[in-house]
């Protein structure tokens, strides 16, 4: 280890407790201090190239060298580095995103309410919800439903809409969410075909509203893909099914796109994918490409003109909400992907390449299942393809083929016993090959390890 790279990991251990990380076990050991970053490359202190298989934290879908937006934002900080939109003000940036937003986003979107983060969009949703259902006179529906295994974020809300129970134990959360299962056919589908188990998971949405109480619930929140759950794709029988209960029983529906928007499936928006009409719809991560801070609620039509034509304020807000630097990224990121096809591009050559060369491990001993779409997939690790056991208690399998990766030079993240990917979009046909053949890799070792095969 260099000497900069001691020193550095000593102020890390010393004093910088980390997000969702053994805060005892860090402090011990340290971690790999990312020092630049450029294309789909990140580098570590030591000098060591690591291709990112994660586009960071699923946010950098353009890669690390898109230069008009570091460009755009410094050029804001120098105009007006910061002002609030309280108050009746407002600022260029901000309102010019606004209408980019629309723009880019499905027909019913013409609003959009900007925070920092996907959590605080997700608080954001809950407090246009519960002002919404208030101004239709129908101030009992406050009660929200979500899924076990659902990611929504990390402030008390966001937590609280997430489905992790490693979270909620540590806790103690909002009382009036619920929860139904997740539509995981790899961990949960048993003997049911993959469109009979998605038909069985949505009406578990029929029951949870019989439940409660249709006068109680105000919204059903879900990522249209679960990212950080493991990749779980829906069966195409799932969307379908939950639009159909939300439209009949007088339930929003807030599309959490986080992960999925800006590009990931293959369309700008997983709800196109799924043909599914949200009224409300979380962005933050690749809106700004993970340059600046950006999040926000795309407020339907049908929400927005309850709020616009009530009198009185509605009292929510943060002192960023559409900071005038992090909006100019997000308008340089929304002007690449509008003046480039790397979205179509994705979608027709490099996500299907990726999606190909995966498949193709399926026969490997040790892969139980892969699942993907567009830019991002999930591999399960078993040692029984037939009975999905797996390969090690406390998924140790995926860690120790995730260490493999990193060591061979690709980021992957491990999920359960998934391995997971979403590169940047950005990547040529050659750079998914590196990547699936690291990747390949790596499941040998494994197998290896366990001797399997
Ligand atoms: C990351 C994520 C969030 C939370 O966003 P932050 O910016 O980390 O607060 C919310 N929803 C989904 C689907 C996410 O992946």
Redesign the pocket.
């Known amino acids: 280890m260099n000497a900069d790279t001691k020193s550095l990991r000593q102020m890390d251990q010393s004093h910088h407790l980390h997000p969702f990380t053994d805060l005892g076990a860090y402090s011990q050991k340290g971690g790999r201090i990312i020092s630049k970053a450029e294309h789909i490359y990140i580098y570590d202190s030591e000098g060591n190239k690591i291709l990112d298989g994660m586009s960071g ?3 950098c879908n353009l890669g690390y060298s898109q230069n008009s937006i570091a460009e755009a934002v410094y050029a804001q900080l120098q105009e007006l580095p910061y002002y609030n939109n309280f108050f009746n003000c407002s600022n260029q940036p901000s309102l010019e995103m606004a209408k980019a937003l629309v723009d880019v986003t499905p027909e019913q979107f013409n609003h959009v309410f900007f925070t ?7 608080d954001t949703n809950i407090r246009l919800v519960h002002r919404y259902y208030d101004l239709v006179g129908k101030p009992d529906k406050k009660h929200i439903i979500s899924r076990k295994n ?6 008390i809300a ?1 937590a609280s809409l ?1 489905g992790m129970d490693y979270m909620h134990k540590q806790f103690v959360g909002l009382n009036y969410i619920h929860y139904i299962n997740e539509p995981n056919w790899f961990a949960d589908g048993g003997e049911l075909d993959k469109n009979a188990f998605g038909l069985k998971v949505a009406r578990e949405l029929e029951a949870m509203i019989d439940e409660v109480g249709e006068d109680k619930i105000a919204a059903f929140i879900a ?1 249209p893909v ?3 759950g493991g990749v779980i794709i829906p069966p195409d029988t799932y969307w379908p099914e939950i639009q159909r209960i939300c439209d009949e029983r007088d339930i929003l529906l807030i599309a ?5 928007g800006f590009g990931r499936t293959g369309e700008w928006f997983a709800s196109e994918s799924f043909g599914i009409k949200p009224d409300l719809m ?1 962005i ?2 690749a809106v700004t490409n993970g340059y600046m ?1 950006l ?1 926000g609620v795309m407020v339907g039509d049908k929400v927005a003109d309850v709020l616009l034509s009530s009198g009185g304020d509605f009292n929510h807000g943060l002192t960023y909400s559409g900071h005038p630097a992090s909006c100019a990224a997000g308008l340089a990121t929304l002007k690449i992907l509008n003046d480039s096809n790397i979205i179509e591009t994705a979608k027709s050559t490099i996500g299907p390449h990726l999606q190909t060369r995966l498949a193709a491990l399926s026969d490997h001993p040790i892969v139980g299942e892969v699942r993907g779409m567009g830019m991002f997939a999930a591999v399960e690790l078993v040692k029984d393809k037939a009975t999905r056991e797996r390969l090690a208690p406390e998924s140790a399998a995926a860690v120790i083929c995730r260490d493999s990766c990193v060591a061979s030079g690709l980021m992957v993240r491990a999920t359960g016993d998934a391995m997971i990917m979403a590169p940047p979009l950005v990547c040529s046909v050659e750079e998914i090959d590196i990547l699936v053949d690291k990747f390949a890799a790596a499941l040998d070792k494994t197998a290896d390890h366990y001797k399997v095969g």
């Open positions: 934290l699923w946010c920092n983060s996907g959590s605080e969009a997700n659902a990611y929504h974020g990390s402030t966001g997430s990522e679960q990212g950080a959490d796109e986080v992960i999925c979380t933050a991560k801070p999040g």
